[in-house]
């Protein structure tokens, strides 16, 4: 499909190059062949009044060139010589043109190959990641189904198993939809002041019932800093971070939210001494359903792999970066900078 969107664009520059150039050497060979008339004509006027001038009859001023036979046939070649010439120049430029025009289509249509590989590997990541759970939806629904002995006890059970999977699918649709949104940055965000403080607060308090169901001692550190921001998206980006501090955090531990101004940005970073990620998985983990493996063996948290390449579009929103520093079992730290306007 590539291939043949390249030929083609490649072919409408050609075309349109080559109408410039044609159009353009019809131009040209129109002026030169009525310069060469012009000439033609001229010389016959000087070699006629050279003629009268030797029969006496009139005076010439200045001197004639020697007189030259003005041969139509000369003409005629010299004509046909710049036909030629300009043939051959649009040959020329057809054979550049053409190469040029495939080299430059193969430019223009890169990131829209890129854009189409990408998403068709968010189709295929997305649907893989659906398949396996609708996949266990269904068939412990057909078993429940076939068995008649069926108690109205297991069912409920069955009922409310299956709502967790439903919630769980509801969530991650919920977070394709924000990847996808995050993938138009400049799609209708608003940027306004925001408090840091006040949104730490509000966030901490939402995050309470999680924490408090691992006793888990979340310390808000934020200090009131003003940035330019899109409050839902910032939101959204802190409860990843603290979400993910508290689920891969052992119980009864301290989860530390923190927010400094410095020269033209401002940090903020979320302090964990949980599970930690392995150095191997660190340049992967904002990367699209990308799970650390002792983060799939040592917790039984369940997560899909998103909330990472979400935080990592939110902060790009707002021109800032994301960074992590981890030790295995002993802990991790997000910090992100986001700049400030003075
Ligand atoms: P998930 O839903 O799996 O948490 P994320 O994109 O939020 O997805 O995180 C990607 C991976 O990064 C996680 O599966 C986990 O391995 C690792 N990770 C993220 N945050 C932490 C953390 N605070 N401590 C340890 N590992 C983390």
């Known amino acids: 499909m590539f291939h043949s969107a390249r030929i083609k664009l490649t072919a409408w520059y050609l075309f349109i ?65 710049i036909v030629n010439l300009l043939v051959i120049t649009d040959i020329g430029i057809l054979f550049f043109a053409g190469g040029v025009g495939y080299f430059l289509a193969g430019r223009t249509l890169q ?37 008649k002995n069926l108690e109205i006890k297991e069912a409920r059970e069955l009922i409310a198993n299956n709502i967790v999977e439903v919630n769980r699918l509801q969530a991650l ?20 002041h925001v408090n840091l403080k006040t949104l730490a607060t509000e966030i901490c308090a939402k995050l309470k019932p999680v924490t408090a169901k691992k006793h888990i001692t979340l310390k808000n550190e934020v200090s009131s800093i003003s940035i330019e921001a ?14 993910n501090a508290v689920k891969y955090s052992p119980p009864k531990s301290e989860v530390v939210l923190q927010a400094k101004k410095t020269d033209g940005s401002v940090r903020i970073s979320c302090a964990d001494h949980g599970i930690g990620i392995e150095a191997k998985d660190l340049p992967h ?14 917790t039984q948290e369940a997560g899909y792999g998103l909330g990472l390449s979400i935080a990592k579009r939110v902060v790009r929103l707002h ?22 306007k003075q």
């Open 111 to 147: 990131p829209i190959k890129a854009m189409v590989d990408e998403q068709r590997r968010f189709i295929g990541d997305a649907s893989h990641e659906l398949r396996t759970p609708l996949t266990a939806l269904k068939s412990s629904m057909e078993v429940h189904l076939r068995d």
């Open 17 to 81: 190059i080559m109408l410039i150039s044609i159009s353009f050497s019809i131009v040209v060979y129109g002026i030169l062949s009525q310069e060469v008339d012009r000439f033609a004509r001229l010389q016959r006027i000087r070699y006629e009044r050279f003629q009268s001038d030797a029969t006496g009859n009139e005076i010439v001023i200045p001197a004639p060139l020697p007189p030259t036979e003005m041969d139509q046939e000369l003409i005629d070649a010299s004509k046909q010589h």
């Open 230 to 243: 899109v409050p839902e998206s910032l939101k959204e980006l802190l409860i990843i971070l603290l979400d």
């Open 173 to 192: 649709s919920d977070s394709l939809l924000q990847l996808a949104q995050y993938e138009h940055p400049n799609n209708g965000y608003h940027f306004e």
């Open 285 to 298: 983990i904002f990367d699209r359903f990308y799970r650390a493996d002792i983060a799939r063996t040592t």
């Open 319 to 340: 021109h800032g970066n994301i960074t992590v520093e981890s030790k295995p079992h002993l802990g991790t730290t997000f910090i992100v900078t986001l700049p400030v």
